[in-house]
């Protein structure tokens, strides 16, 4: 095999049982955008942040998209041991589903409550992906998806801890 030829092989589809369900896979798209929107966010208030709790927010920020990030690498590989295409709309990435944009310009604790109702949607989507992979026998997809409830969920919890 040239060089070539290796760079022209289109990804492969390796369906498998769970791939032709589309309520899971539909689902773990959603989390898998909503998850990288996130991780954009939170990067631009940890960069953006001033005032008395810019340390707190600076460094929690750091913590939280960097797990995401990785988690956003275990939501894509999911979905390609599914037998689907790890694929993210640009145009998803631009604001929460509520119409929300990261905005450089809040206050610490704006971006506190912003980060904070992102965290608890996603939580919440988490949780309803767990029941979709339940429902379609998916303990894997389950697993996965109650792991990163946990993590919103604590996240969520951090949050409402530091804005008092």
């Not at 092989?9 to 390796?14: D, H, K, N, V």
């Not at 909503?34 to 966010?41: A, G, S």
């Not at 709790?53 to 590989?77: C, G, K, P, S």
């Not at 295409?85 to 589903?97: E, S, Y």
Request: charge should be negative; hydrophobic fraction near 50%; aromatic fraction near 4%.
């Amino acid at each position: 095999m040239t060089g070539t030829t290796a760079l022209n092989i289109e990804p492969r589809i390796a369906p498998s049982a769970l791939a032709n369900d589309a309520a899971v896979t539909e689902a773990l798209a959603r989390v898998l955008a909503d998850t990288y929107r996130l991780v954009l966010k939170s990067h631009i208030y940890h960069w953006n942040v001033t005032g008395p709790l810019f340390v707190a927010v600076h460094d929690l920020t750091q913590d939280h998209y960097t797990d995401m990030f990785a988690a956003a690498d275990m939501l894509a590989e999911r979905m390609r041991a599914l037998g689907k295409l790890a694929q993210i709309d640009p145009t998803d990435l631009l604001a929460a589903p509520d119409g929300r944009n990261a905005d450089a310009t809040l206050s610490a604790k704006d971006m506190i409550g912003d980060l904070l109702a992102d965290h608890e949607t996603l939580a919440a989507r988490m949780r309803a992906l767990v029941a979709a992979v339940e429902a379609a026998d998916d303990p894997v997809t389950a697993d996965l998806a109650t792991t990163r409830a946990d993590f919103h969920e604590k996240a969520a919890w951090m949050l409402r801890a530091l804005a008092g």
